[in-house]
């Protein structure tokens, strides 16, 4: 829980600062230093993959979870489900409080939306439960931070909220992942993390504005290993 404790921390911090910098931050600024952590994230994506011994498993679950995502359109489905969020706890006002109360939702919203729905969230909680590895969920604390920082200033204090649905969602992901461990040999583990390391990769080329990747597409694929190493 250590990665996630430090997250969490990391994003009051960031909303903190945020709050001493209410007329926002450059955007040229900001671009890049979120530039700057795409190649940190990049890295850490080039590390974990080296863990995997098995070429084929790492295939074949790339391919059957884009099938499986893909046909459940996880990234539709996120992208819908936060738009009825966000119209249900932003509708709009016309005197100054109501106004005041959207724009503190908004913060909440779309911050936690962020901080949750990602490939890093889910790996990184998984390898922390799984190899006790917090690298990657430092590496996310730091993210969250600068986010945090360029959105309190625009949103305000709501930002600070999202804190409360990471420490749930990500608290929860390395608890289960610690509990089924002992049911995990070490070679599922080390292409879990192959898999789930690759998908950070691709997330760090969305960062770097290379591509548009919907990695959450391909979020069941980390999960495959634990069935495909029994015949691979």
Do not use: H
Not at 107 to 130: E, K, N, R, W, Y
Not at 134 to 151: G, H, P, Q, R, Y
Not at 172 to 181: C, G, K, V
């Amino acid at each position: 829980m250590i990665g996630t404790l430090v997250n969490v921390g990391a994003i009051v911090a960031g909303t903190l600062l945020g709050l001493l910098l209410k007329k926002g931050l450059p955007e040229r600024l900001s671009d890049t230093v979120m530039k700057g952590l795409g190649l940190c994230t990049l890295f850490i994506g080039v590390t974990g993959i080296l863990e995997g011994k098995k070429t084929l498993v790492l295939i074949v679950s790339m391919v059957l979870g884009a099938i499986i995502g893909g046909l459940a359109d996880l990234d539709g489905k996120l992208n819908a489900g936060a738009k009825w969020i966000e119209g249900k706890l932003t509708k709009k006002g016309t005197d100054d409080l109501q106004e005041k109360k959207s724009t503190f939702a908004e913060g909440f919203v779309t911050a936690t939306l962020l901080f949750c729905v990602g490939a890093m969230a889910i790996v990184g909680s998984l390898q922390s439960g799984l190899t006790g590895s917090n690298e990657t969920l430092f590496t996310k604390s730091i993210l969250d931070c600068v986010a945090a920082i360029i959105f309190t200033s625009s949103f305000g204090i709501g930002v600070m909220l999202a804190a409360a649905p990471v420490l749930i969602y990500q608290g929860s992901i390395t608890l289960l992942a610690q509990w089924i461990s002992p049911f995990l040999g070490k070679s599922v583990i080390a292409e879990m993390t192959a898999v789930g390391s690759l998908l950070i990769i691709g997330l760090s080329f969305n960062m770097l504005g290379i591509t548009k990747i919907k990695v959450m597409n391909y979020i069941p694929a980390v999960f495959l290993p634990i069935i495909l190493c029994r015949f691979m």
